[in-house]
């Protein structure tokens, strides 16, 4: 299966330009999955939750969602993308999974960072893990890797790989990443952005990086922190399956819990 991302620069409310560039990419791409970065299209640096609700979109109805689509049955292939989504007057920080057959499934990331709080409405769906045919999907969105739980809980669920969209700023998550990926036996592609935004009167820098590591820590590629650029690596998802550590140790079922929580 080859899986990939595309690390980008977007301009600002620029959705219609964002996308567009963002398709072409993806034209050039031989990939079965690929994987875009957190508000793609819209950038990141919101001044207020006004600002954010005008740039959102219903999903899967709006137009993102819809060039997205269109994208994927042309070229047979699937992606994940991250952008702001209303829904009954609130606005959440999502990624959308599309596909050749079409939507397929939205996520509302579940842990906000920093003035997010001031834009977005916490996720309040479920962790969701998909089947897209030549392996199970779970997605996350940038700062929900800082929580051990979520990357587990995809793959207590069956996650193959773990696609997260990103805007980075802090600099640990490509390094932690791997351990997640150790710990779960799961592949995962970090998609991140790269350049700044200065939109209120705080520069935020993003740190690029994207990667895609194995089910096993190995880095597969990673990305420069200030160009824009994409890559697609081949892989087995049947490696994220096989959860024995040694012929004695099953990642999944030598969990103690019980044993933990009676010392908490």
């Not at 991302?5 to 219609?16: A, H, I, N, V």
């Not at 962790?127 to 779970?138: E, N, P, Q, S, T």
């Not at 980075?168 to 592949?187: G, K, S």
């Not at 995962?188 to 096993?216: D, P, W, Y």
Request: proline share 5%.
């Amino acid at each position: 299966m080859k899986i990939g991302f595309q690390q980008t620069s977007p301009l600002f409310g620029k959705k219609e330009e964002n996308v567009d560039k963002a398709v072409a990419a993806i034209q050039s791409l031989n990939a079965d999955l690929v994987v875009l970065p957190e508000l793609f299209n819209t950038g990141y640096q919101f001044t207020s939750r006004e600002e954010a609700f005008a740039l959102s979109e219903n999903v899967p109805e709006g137009q993102t969602t819809r060039a997205l689509m269109a994208l994927s049955r042309e070229k047979g292939v699937y992606i994940v993308a991250g952008l702001a989504e209303q829904e009954k007057g609130h606005c959440y920080n999502s990624s959308l999974l599309v596909g050749p057959q079409g939507f397929i499934g939205c996520y509302r990331k579940l842990h906000l960072f920093y003035h997010e709080k001031q834009w977005f409405e916490p996720g309040n769906r479920e962790l969701a893990v998909y089947d897209i045919g030549k392996a199970r999907v779970g997605i996350m969105i940038c700062f929900d890797w800082f929580f051990p739980e979520v990357a587990r809980d995809l793959a207590v669920k069956g996650a193959d790989i773990i696609c997260h969209p990103a805007n980075l700023v802090l600099p640990y998550c490509p390094q932690a990443m791997i351990t997640r990926c150790i710990e779960n036996r799961v592949f995962a592609v970090t998609a991140n952005r790269i350049g700044s935004e200065s939109r209120s009167g705080e520069t935020l820098a993003f740190i690029g990086t994207s990667q895609i590591i194995g089910a096993k820590g190995e880095i597969l590629y990673r990305a420069s922190p200030d160009r824009v650029e994409a890559m697609v690596v081949e892989i087995d998802p049947a490696v994220a399956r096989d959860k024995n550590v040694t012929p004695e140790n099953h990642l999944l079922n030598d969990r103690r819990f019980q044993v933990v929580s009676s010392c908490t």
